[in-house]
C-alpha cells in the first residue's frame, strides 16, 4: 500500500518537531548529518538504525565517513517524503542522543 505524500503544511508541522533535519532542495527528501565522538559510536548508531529500518520496512539512503553519518530519507514507492520518513527520522533522532 502506497503512503500519501505529505502536504506542504504536514511537512512543515513534522519538521518543527524534528530537529537539525531540513528539507532537500527539491523538497522530495528530508536530511540531516550526525556526528559522534569517533567511528565505533557511528557505526553503533547506523547498526541500531538499520535494524529499526527493517522493522519499519523503511530504509535510509546513507553515507558514513569516520564519525559522520549523513542521511536522506524519502519514500521511492510514493516519490516523495511520507509519514514513513518522519517516523524513521524521529527513531533516528531518539537512536543518536542515547547515551552508550
Ligand atoms: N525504504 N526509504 C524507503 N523507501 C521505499 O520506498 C522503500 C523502502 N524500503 C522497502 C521498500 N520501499 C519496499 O517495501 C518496496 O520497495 C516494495
Known amino acids: 500500500m502506497r503512503d500519501a505524500k505529505l502536504s506542504t503544511e504536514e511537512l512543515t508541522q513534522a519538521l518543527a518537531k524534528l530537529p537539525d533535519w531540513a528539507l532537500r532542495e527539491d523538497e522530495a527528501a528530508i536530511t540531516r548529518s550526525f556526528r559522534f565522538a569517533n567511528f565505533r559510536q557511528a557505526f553503533a548508531f547506523m547498526t541500531e538504525c538499520a535494524l529499526m529500518a527493517e522493522k519499519l520496512d523503511h530504509h535510509p539512503e546513507w553515507f558514513n565517513v569516520y564519525s559522520r553519518v549523513d542521511v536522506t530519507l524519502t519514500t ?25
Open 76 to 100: 521511492h514507492d510514493s516519490g516523495g517524503i511520507t509519514r514513513r520518513d518522519i517516523e524513521l527520522a524521529t527513531a533516528m533522532n531518539r537512536a543518536s542522543s542515547r547515551p552508550d
